[in-house]
């Protein structure tokens, strides 16, 4: 098992940055699949950004080239640098990770973005 604790989250406006941080319990070295979510109010939750096994990473298109997801074994922690924001990134960010097919939620962190 892992606890999942996000920070980072707050009131921004549009064109600012944010960068959020995902502490995890336990060693994350061996977690392969592990990443970052929002959901919106009145929308389902999307990915926002993910390590996949191999090491590759995948990012919604919607954050392309604005956020960037990071990650430090020896802290235990994993990041999201959000730049460019957009009122339409305003939601909760949650993180998870999947360890042995378990899925593993943080309580969330919530971002908003002002016009």
């Known amino acids: 098992q892992v606890q999942l604790v996000e920070s980072g989250g707050g009131l921004v406006q549009a064109g600012g940055s944010l960068r959020l941080s995902c502490a995890a319990s336990?060693?994350?070295?061996?977690?392969?699949?592990m990443g970052w979510y929002r959901q919106a109010p009145g929308k389902q939750r999307e990915l926002v950004a993910v390590?996949?096994?191999?090491?590759?990473?995948n990012y919604a298109d919607s954050v392309k080239g604005r956020f960037t997801i990071s990650r430090d074994n020896a802290k235990q922690t994993m990041y999201l640098q959000m730049n460019s924001l957009k009122p339409e990134d305003t939601a909760v960010y949650y993180c998870?990770?999947?360890?042995?097919?378990?899925?593993?939620w943080g309580q969330g962190t919530t971002v908003t973005v002002s016009s």
């Open positions: 336990r060693t994350i070295f061996s977690v392969n699949f």
């Open positions: 390590f996949t096994s191999g090491g590759s990473i």
């Open positions: 998870n990770a999947v360890i042995i097919g378990r899925g593993f």
